[in-house]
């Protein structure tokens, strides 16, 4: 491991959240009332059986960002979001959904006191998505459309009325986001070579782009990553070039054809020299169980495409190199999809003894 770890920072210090230990790079004020669940800071992880994949000298890493309060990333957006909601005065506040971001809007809405509304496309969300929105209490409204139009109906929705979108749109999102970045960079002591990511809506790549700029000017590094954005292939418009009409994939959290943040990631890709590509569910799901089965980690199947697209293009790694996978989101947000594209299966109906037990064991 190349981490550099002294006792002292190893000695565990309590965690204030991402808007308290970054906020000299964010939008906020003294007076800005932070609304947080103490998102962030969550883990880089070796991935050496993925080194092992590649076969040559390359280190690589995960940053598990299903680790976060209500699993995954859009935390990071979320925290900024809701609190300069309630920092303009806001009473309620709208997004669409492709699950993840109605789970982040509604626990931090209601933390903050606010009513969170999301529109989410019907029959398309992950189940612990749904059970999260749900219980938090938020009103969850499905149409019968996709990501894309509910996209359409919220951002009307927001000009219309009194209600603020906290979608990736909304430019605090980014803001919290970005500091994925920064987390990266503190752990590894410089920015890592290529960085691997999802990409649907496209607002984390263009924040994460941003954080790394912006440390790369405070001097926190002294090289800036290669931006390596991944699309399922069902759902790939910024890698054909056209937005899609009707995406289709397994990775329900990038289900999306036409991104918000499309100039903004095409700008991020040209600037790092970095590139988009596609992978097939397929290729998803292969990388989502090596995820879970050969590194213990468990993420959602939107996640597993960044390892998916890394391991697609590993002979293009510069030997030598450090790359980070970001992982966006956790595994048990799509309990459905890990039982049914699992390798391993439950044997059923075994009697209560032991020579039982012992001969379905193989002994
Ligand atoms: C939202 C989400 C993405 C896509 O991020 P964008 O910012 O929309 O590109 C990827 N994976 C997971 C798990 C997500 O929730």
């Known amino acids: 491991m190349t981490l550099s770890l002294s006792a002292e ?18 939008p906020v004020s003294d007076t800005t009332p932070v609304v947080t669940l103490l998102e962030g800071n969550t883990p880089l992880i070796p991935a050496t059986a993925l080194e092992q994949r590649i076969g040559r000298q ?23 979001a809701i609190s300069k909601a309630k920092e303009a005065g806001a009473k309620a506040v709208i997004c669409a959904s492709t699950g993840n971001t109605s789970a982040a809007a509604a626990a931090y809405a209601r933390r903050g006191g606010m009513r969170p509304f999301v529109l989410i496309p019907d029959g398309y969300v992950a189940l612990g998505k749904l059970a999260q929105a749900l219980l938090y209490g938020a009103e969850v409204l499905a ?12 951002r009307r929705m927001a000009d219309n009325y009194p209600i603020t979108l906290v979608n990736s749109v909304n430019p605090y999102r980014l803001e919290g986001q970005k500091t ?41 590094c002294e090289c800036l990553p290669k931006m390596m954005g991944f699309q399922a292939a069902g759902a790939a418009p910024l890698v054909n070039g056209q937005p ?15 991104p918000a943040s499309w100039e903004k ?36 199947p939107a996640s597993a495409s960044s390892v998916a697209g890394m ?30 594209y699992s390798n391993s299966q439950i044997k059923q109906g075994i009697d209560p003894k032991i020579e039982a037990v012992a001969k379905a064991m193989g002994f």
């Open 143 to 154: 149409i019968k459309g996709n990501f894309d139009r509910a996209l359409e109906i919220v």
């Open 9 to 26: 920072k190893i000695h565990r210090q309590p965690w204030p959240g991402l808007i308290e230990a970054y906020r000299e790079y964010l």
């Open 58 to 80: 390359v280190k690589v890493y995960v940053k598990y960002d299903g680790l976060n309060p209500t699993g995954s990333f859009k935390d990071r957006g979320m925290t900024m």
């Open 265 to 300: 990631a095409v700008a991020a890709k040209d600037a790092s020299q970095g590139n988009f590509h596609s992978v097939t569910d397929a290729e998803i799901l292969n990388a989502y169980r090596i995820l879970a089965s050969e590194e213990g980690i468990f993420c959602e």
């Open 180 to 220: 994925g970045a920064f987390e990266v960079v503190d752990d590894l002591g410089n920015a890592p070579d290529w960085l691997c990511i999802p990409v649907g809506n496209a607002g984390n790549i263009t924040a994460y782009w941003m954080g790394f700029c912006q440390y790369y000017q405070a001097k926190k």
């Open 244 to 258: 899609v009409a009707e995406p289709e994939t397994i990775a329900t959290a990038i289900r999306i054809g036409n």
């Open 311 to 340: 391991l697609q293009v590993k002979d293009q790694i510069p030997t030598g190199s450090t790359v980070v996978c970001v992982l966006t989101g956790n595994g048990l947000k799509d309990p459905d999809t890990a039982i049914k």
